[in-house]
C-alpha cells in the first residue's frame, strides 16, 4: 500500500498558516486542504437558515446534509449547496460562528470523513487547528506555526485597512483572544502542538522564511 504524504499546518488563527500552506502545495504540487473553511461553510449554512447556535442537533442537520465544492485554483473558491459563498468566508462574524459549532463533538465527528477525503496523490498539505492530532495523526511531516496574539491581530487590522474595512485594533486583539481561548479550551480536538510538530513562531519572521523552513523539513 503506498503512503501518500501528508504535511499538517496547525496552529491559531492568523499565524499565516492560510498563506503558508497554500504556497507550499503550490511548490511541492499537492492538495490542499483548508479545513477551517469547511467550519466557516457550516457557520454560514448555520446564519443563513437563521439557526439558534445553540441547537446542537439543527447545527449538525446542517452539517450533515451540506453539499461543498472547492476550487484550489490561484485563490480558494467554496461553493455551499451550490452557491458561491467565496465573499462571505473570510468575515470576522462567520470566523466566530464557525469557532462556535467547531466546538461540538458531533460536529466534528460529521466532518471528519470530508477532510480525510483530500489525502490523494500526490500528496496534501493540510492546514487547521487538529490537522496533525486528529483529522492526521501518522502525518509524516507536522509543522504548529504560531505567533503572538498581538502579532496576529496587527496582521489582521493592517489586512483589514489595505481593504479598505474599517476597523478597531483593541477590539481585534480581544477577538482573536476569546477565539484563542475557544479554540484551546473545548474538550474535542482542542488546539494543541501535535504529537512530533516543529513549532514555528512567525512572529519575526517574513513570510518567505516561513516557507523556507517547511520546505526544508519536507525535503
Ligand atoms: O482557520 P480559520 O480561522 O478559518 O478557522 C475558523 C474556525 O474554525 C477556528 O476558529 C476554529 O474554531 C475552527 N476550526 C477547527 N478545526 C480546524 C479548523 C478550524 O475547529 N481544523
Not at 442537533?57 to 473558491?77: I, R
Request: proline share 4%.
Amino acid at each position: 500500500m503506498t503512503t501518500i504524504p501528508v504535511l499538517t499546518i496547525d496552529g491559531p488563527s492568523g499565524a499565516g498558516k492560510g498563506t503558508v500552506s497554500r504556497a507550499i502545495a503550490r511548490q511541492l504540487g499537492w492538495h490542499y486542504l483548508d479545513s477551517g473553511s469547511i467550519y466557516r461553510s457550516l457557520a454560514i449554512g448555520c446564519l443563513q437558515a437563521d439557526l439558534d447556535l445553540n441547537n446542537i442537533e439543527a447545527v449538525c442537520q446542517v452539517a450533515e446534509t451540506m453539499q461543498l465544492s472547492f476550487d484550489c485554483g490561484e485563490t480558494l473558491q467554496v461553493k455551499l449547496n451550490g452557491q458561491d459563498i467565496t465573499p462571505l468566508l473570510g468575515t470576522e462574524q462567520v470566523g466566530n460562528t464557525a469557532s462556535i459549532v467547531a466546538a461540538y463533538p458531533a460536529v466534528r465527528a460529521l466532518l471528519l470523513q470530508k477532510q480525510k477525503d483530500f489525502q490523494q496523490l500526490p500528496g496534501l498539505v493540510a492546514d487547521g487547528r487538529d490537522m496533525g492530532s486528529v483529522v492526521f495523526p501518522d502525518a509524516q511531516f507536522k509543522v504548529y506555526l504560531t505567533a503572538s496574539a498581538e502579532e496576529r491581530a496587527s496582521r489582521r487590522y493592517k489586512q483589514l485597512i489595505e481593504k479598505g474595512i474599517d476597523a478597531n485594533l483593541d477590539q481585534i486583539t480581544l477577538e482573536i483572544q476569546e477565539r484563542d481561548q475557544r479554540d484551546q479550551q473545548r474538550a474535542t480536538a482542542p488546539l494543541m502542538i501535535p504529537e512530533g510538530a516543529q513549532v514555528i513562531d512567525s512572529s519575526s519572521l517574513s513570510i518567505q522564511q516561513v516557507i523556507d523552513q517547511v520546505i526544508n523539513l519536507v525535503h
